[in-house]
């Protein structure tokens, strides 16, 4: 299958600051990419749509300014959560399709991410 | 009712068994169906890839998938203890490439040696 790659693995930060988590598809174009964030024992929720050369797109409840989301290349998108805090610590996870619709849609390692 | 229902388990089974896991879902709408493996919080690993109802068979995995009931399966013959992982059940109406994908809960499969 396609290789997506994401890094850091794992983070700690102090509360307040910003942390970014990049994500590369290594042997294919994606000008598309996936955010995930997984809580422990709960399913991989949806958070934004990655698209080269425009805005993200949010799902609800998920704050924009908060979680910036940077698709600048069409193998790289970046997902900097801003002002962490706390609450924030979850596993973050990106996919990268490897076309478009009907496609199927390949994972990065995720990064888990603790705020302290 | 969440989209898509997922028993967490654990189900635990010995080694040679036939594993049957499963998924409900209420989203009339999706049309593609996939089953990811995840071990110990990595990133989850595709495992079957089905659009619409039917079967698909890949080695020991076959995805079943009923729309009329809105009811997945996942079937593993000759279980080994390497399948012991979380398995996701994940669905999306254009098949992951022009929108993200729902997800299940993930059911904690481990088999006994």
């Known amino acids: 299958g396609a290789v997506v790659s994401q890094h850091p693995s794992r983070v700690i930060c102090k509360s307040g600051t910003s942390v970014k988590i990049e994500c590369r598809s290594l042997?294919?174009?994606?000008?598309?990419m996936f955010w995930y964030r997984q809580f422990p024992k709960q399913s991989l929720m949806l958070m934004a749509t990655?698209?080269?050369?425009?805005?993200?797109?949010?799902e609800q409840g998920v704050e924009k300014d908060k979680f910036l989301i940077n698709h600048a290349s069409l193998t790289l998108s970046t997902l900097t959560v801003t002002s962490a805090h706390p609450e924030d610590s979850s596993f973050y996870i990106c996919?990268?399709?490897?076309?478009?619709?009907?496609?199927?849609?390949?994972f990065g390692q995720g990064t888990r991410l603790t705020v302290v | 009712q969440k989209e898509v229902e997922q028993d967490p388990g654990p189900l635990s089974v010995p080694e040679g068994a036939i594993v049957s896991l499963n998924c409900t879902y209420s989203?009339?709408?999706?049309?593609?169906f996939m089953w990811y493996r995840q071990y110990s919080r990595k990133g989850p690993e595709l495992l079957m890839y089905?659009?619409?109802?039917g079967n698909k068979e890949d080695g020991r995995f076959t995805a079943q998938v009923d729309k009329s009931s809105k009811y997945i399966s996942l079937f593993i013959r000759d279980s080994q203890p390497s399948d012991s992982a979380t398995y996701l059940c994940?669905?999306?109406?254009?098949?992951?490439?022009?929108?993200?994908?729902?997800f299940g809960k993930g059911t904690h499969l481990i088999i006994q040696p």
């Open positions: 996919s990268a399709p490897t076309g478009g619709a009907g496609t199927e849609a390949f």
């Open positions: 994940a669905m999306s109406v254009s098949g992951g490439g022009a929108d993200g994908l729902t």
């Open positions: 989203n009339s709408a999706f049309q593609y």
């Open positions: 042997d294919f174009q994606a000008t598309t």
């Open positions: 990655s698209n080269e050369g425009s805005k993200a797109t949010y």
């Open positions: 089905t659009y619409s109802s």
